[in-house]
């Protein structure tokens, strides 16, 4: 086990070679291919250790989401909404077009439609992420670039939402013009008032 | 075999039975769930005939999708692109919000995920439904409501994306309000002139 450099002793170490195995296995084959069996002998870690302690394919995912949600990126402080809200689409763009990310994604998201305790997780992930980019739209209200009252959740939702439409359904590239696009957008929506409570 | 109303003759009724009983499995038990032997029997129709017909899964879905497709309602004229893209944003939350077109709906972008065939089949259907809509915005383009050059796929694609992103990765509810707010953010940005080409 090498090149972990997250802090923390044997427990911390055994959960990142165990999630990067899983993340990996994940991106390969989708969720029919996750096997708790397999994510031990690939993070070299005894079977035990990881049934004890994930118990469940969906109880792993979940522990994935989870750790996805802690390792990301900070938010951008730009000094504008147009910035920070730049920042954080082309933040999800490379995640969401980056092969071994952006199949990651797909399995989770699949799996959700079907399996409850994948789906709350999926949503846990979303919560996290809308947390920590919230801020810079109540920067900015402050600041008067946008109505007082604009809802900082649903600007926050409306940068990602085509990208992820992209990748999901209409299949059209998740490219950095996309995700500059859906911040001029939900820039433009947020000045003109469409996010007020 | 009862109820159908589409023209044609008995080709016409068998594949009108054939897609109303795939969409009645997919709805109910996922892709995994759907047996080209299951939908014959469900649609009192010869499995010879299905096999015939639509040879696998992945082709009778192709095939489900062309048929949601054509039959989906036809676009809105309310005279103002802003009334025009709030019945097309309601239209999709009604659709995406209805217990056996929403799992339908996410049964297939789930087998999208991990099969090409039925993604391609899905980016169709999305491209229908986007050349269906997209003269509302050119007729608001000559009406002089939004700046000349915009790209009216762009506009119709802003209106969806905000409420499959709530059915697929957040979890907030597709309501009638994440429908208006979907179409208002997406008028407001048209009229910024953010997708102009």
Redesign the interface.
């Known amino acids: 086990m090498t090149g972990n450099t997250r802090p923390g002793g044997r427990t911390a170490r055994v959960r990142g070679a165990v999630l990067q195995a899983a993340g990996d296995a994940l991106a390969e084959h989708?969720l029919a291919g996750l096997d708790l069996a397999d994510v031990a002998r690939r993070a070299v870690v005894g079977k035990t250790t990881v049934y004890r302690r994930w118990g469940t394919v969906a109880g792993l995912v979940a522990d994935l989401l989870l750790d996805m949600a802690e390792q990301s990126l900070p938010r951008a402080d730009t000094g504008s909404l147009a910035g920070d809200l730049r920042a954080n689409a082309r933040l999800v763009q490379r995640t969401l077009s980056d092969p071994r990310q952006g199949a990651l994604f797909?399995?989770v998201?699949?799996?959700?439609?079907?399996d409850p305790r994948t789906?709350?997780a999926?949503?846990g992930f979303?919560?996290t992420r809308?947390r920590e980019w919230a801020p810079c739209v109540d920067l900015a209200t402050a600041r008067g670039e946008v109505p007082a009252g604009t809802d900082p959740d649903?600007v926050i939702?409306?940068v990602?939402?085509?990208l992820?439409?992209?990748l999901?359904?209409?299949?059209?590239p998740v490219d950095e013009a996309a995700a500059d696009?859906a911040a001029?957008?939900?820039t433009?929506?947020a000045?003109?008032g469409?996010?007020v409570r």
Chains 1, 2 share one sequence.
Do not use: M, N, Q, W
């Open positions: 989708g797909k399995a998201i699949a799996a959700a439609t079907s789906a709350e999926l949503h979303y919560r809308i649903e939702r409306a990602s939402a085509p992820y439409y992209r999901l359904a209409s299949g059209d696009t001029e957008a939900a433009a929506a000045r003109a469409v996010f």
